[in-house]
């Protein structure tokens, strides 16, 4: 089946810090991919997406680049700040309708210190 | 603005309780999903629906049901609640992109 797989948190930084969360996954065929983000006490909130092979997600300063042939669709983000502080997912689905479910990373619990 | 409301945040529940966990959305969204959320582990997919009386099992679904009578409302029923489905369950409704609610923090004692 499908699996993501996340590089291991907490990853700690200082602000303005360049940031990169490393995402790999395995699949058939080619899915769309995801960053999600959840901040304390809140649920999931959609960061960016990719749906094909060389696509750019880009949002609030971060970035990520689906790679086929390296299977990753790690996140970057040039200066970090003490807002940033959150759980960042890597997802995955077949469905580009949005009728499957999601498979996950086991996140990453970003912290970034002044 | 996208809105999915799950109808308790936290709930104190007593082992063989039958427990509900309600999630409305409000964006006329076909699909909707229940996942839940353990450290350590990361999401899980329980169940998911993509149309009314519609239901399919995710990765977990032993231990729970779900129903959804109407379009914007997906409920989840844990028939017998057991310490271990003690975790934070989320719900989400999509049409392309998976809009998630805040999370419901179940403790079953």
């Known amino acids: 089946g499908d699996s993501v797989t996340q590089m291991e948190g907490p990853v700690t930084l200082s602000e303005e810090a360049f940031l990169t969360i490393n995402c790999t996954y395995t699949a058939t065929g080619y899915p769309s991919l995801f960053w999600y983000v959840q901040y304390p006490g809140e649920g999931l909130q959609l960061l960016l997406k990719?749906?094909?092979?060389?696509d750019k997600g880009s949002n609030k300063g971060f970035e990520a680049t689906y790679r086929k042939e390296t299977t990753s669709f790690h996140l970057e983000k040039g200066s970090v700040q003490v807002s940033d502080s959150a759980v960042y997912f890597c997802?995955?689905?077949?469905?580009?309708?949005?009728?499957?479910?999601?498979?996950f990373g086991k996140g990453t619990h970003l912290i970034i210190q002044p | 603005d996208v809105k999915v409301t799950q109808s308790s945040r936290y709930l104190v529940k007593r082992t063989g309780e039958k427990v509900f966990l309600e999630c409305v959305q409000d964006m006329d969204h076909e699909n909707m999903f229940w996942y839940r959320q353990d450290p350590g582990l990361g999401l899980r997919l329980i169940y998911f629906s993509y149309d009314v009386k519609m239901k399919e099992k995710g990765d977990i679904p032993e231990g729970y049901s779900v129903s959804r009578e109407k379009k914007e409302r997906f409920s989840l029923i844990l028939e017998s609640a057991s310490t271990n489905q003690t975790s934070m369950y989320l719900c989400a409704s999509s049409s392309s992109i998976q809009y998630f609610g805040a999370g419901t923090r179940l403790s079953v004692l």
């Open positions: 990719a749906t094909k092979a060389d």
């Open positions: 997802a995955l689905t077949h469905s580009g309708g949005g009728a499957d479910g999601l498979t």
